[in-house]
């Protein structure tokens, strides 16, 4: 498969899971295993663009495919993700562990509606748990990327 | 949490994948977006030896108007069916009642097909293909046939597919009533429903209130009679076996079927 631009291949289990692949074949750990039963969304990865939730998909479905981490999302130079910037700038997490879940989340939100009202938000990222209960900042977050991403067009 | 072990075939047409269905016997499972059966598989409940991946069957993936109906790919996920503009405009019933499935995350992964096979009676579309009086197409190693969604669910993960039998495509005629309501009552946004509640016209059915999806034929009947939905919802209970378990006892259960019934009638005729 493609992750975050380059092949990546390996000889694996045919039960292994996407996001064991990203994390122990292709050493990517910013995905996080979190309830493992497709709940929490800390495991959220791009899968051609579309938001999934990696313990849910297995290596072998994701083989041919395009795969993006948070890893994949700055540029080459290291410039982060207009949504990571806006994370950081609003200040969208507090312990950090739904962090990475929850901007692959919002990369997918933004991809399929660039200006969401805030109730739209709420509800895109259904999918995703936070429990140190830092909604606020989330919403506000994925709310200024959506801005800049208006204003940058 | 990984599923025990199995092994994993892939599909590149419909033939092959009823070929290694034959092939693999009993023993042998679909996987179309996984995310009923994965789930399963890594809490043992399902520990099938043999996966056969269709989800490359790109040609299940569609939705199209033939012969006065509507026909829908096994393989159309939920995202791709609540943003559909054909399913959208004929059926609003489905388009929303897909888009409450689950999360994004989920409606990316999930398919028709795989949600109506795995005949959970707490999923949301069983109750939307009742009320839209659907028709699923199965095909087997002996051609295609077809199987009216009211003889289809035969009860908690189980339906009327034989083995080997892989549902292909579900038929949908246009509603004749075109007011349409769906209920689903749940303490978080991703969860399964509680009790839920599908409406058009004056077809009802219940989400989670037995082991397989319910129509609400008590509400029906008095709906035929010239009862007011108020009343009419008031049976909505009858008949049915509700689940017990952490969420809600029976009364309990019950009682949201006839509030969440009286609802659904009510925006269905304000939509109607």
Redesign the interface.
Known sequence: MTVNGAAVGAEVADRTLLVHFLRDVAGLTATNVGCDTTSCGACTVLLDGQSVKSCTVLAAQADGHEVTTLEGLADGDGEMHPVQRAFHAEHGLQCGFCTPGMVMATVSLLAENPSPTEEQVRTGLEGNLCRCTGYHNIVRAVLAAAGEGQASR | ????????Q?ASSVDEALDLAARGGDDAKF?AG??SL??LM?LRLAVPEV?I?I?RLHELSYVREENGHIAVGALTSH?DLSRDRLVGSELPLLAHAAGQV?????R??GTIGGSLAHSDPAADLPAVMLVLDATLVARGPSGSREIAAGDFFQGLFETSLEPGELLTEIRIPRPAQAGWSFQKFTKR??DWAIVGAAVQGDQVALVNMGSTPLRASAVERALAGGAAPADAAAQAAEGTSPPEDINADRSYREHLARVLVGRGLAEARSRG
């Open positions: 949490m990984i599923p025990a072990p199995f092994t994993y892939r996987l996984g995310h994965l789930p890594k996966l991946d989800g995202h689950g999360d994004p995350q989920i990316h992964r946004a991703i």
